[in-house]
């Protein structure tokens, strides 16, 4: 596929870009090799291939979820509140974002 200059001047008005006269001709040939990468890779035949989120076979390694702070009083969720804009019975009020 071969792009033609109009082609590539309506390509940039959609992308809402400017492109002077003297730049069409560079950015016409980078969209042509852009073009020709992908039909060569549209020749390649994948049938069998798997498709994978991933260049590797990785898991993530996770930790354990413990509990690294303590309250033994209960009194950290009473001064945590203290400094909140909003707090009611125990919970932080927050503006309604959804209706």
Same mark, same amino acid.
């Given at each position: 596929?071969?792009?033609? +200059?109009? $082609? %590539?001047?309506?390509?940039?008005?959609?992308?809402?870009?400017?492109?002077?006269?003297? $730049?069409?001709?560079?950015?016409?040939?980078?969209? #042509?090799?852009?073009?020709?990468?992908?039909?060569?890779?549209?020749? %390649?035949?994948?049938?069998? %291939? $798997? +498709?994978?989120?991933?260049?590797?076979?990785?898991?993530?390694?996770?930790? $354990?979820?413990? /509990?690294?702070?303590?309250?033994?009083?209960?009194?950290?969720?009473?001064?945590?509140?203290? /400094?909140?804009?909003?707090?009611? #019975?125990?919970?932080?009020?927050? +503006?309604?974002?959804?209706?």
């Amino acid at each position: 596929m071969s792009l033609t +200059p109009s $082609e %590539v001047e309506r390509i940039a008005q959609l992308a809402r870009l400017e492109i002077a006269p003297a $730049e069409l001709l560079t950015a016409r040939q980078q969209l #042509n090799g852009i073009f020709s990468l992908i039909e060569a890779l549209q020749a %390649v035949d994948t049938t069998g %291939v $798997e +498709p994978m989120a991933h260049a590797q076979d990785v898991s993530q390694r996770l930790r $354990e979820d413990e /509990v690294t702070h303590h309250d033994e009083d209960g009194t950290a969720r009473a001064r945590f509140q203290t /400094v909140a804009p909003e707090a009611e #019975n125990g919970l932080y009020l927050v +503006p309604k974002v959804i209706e």
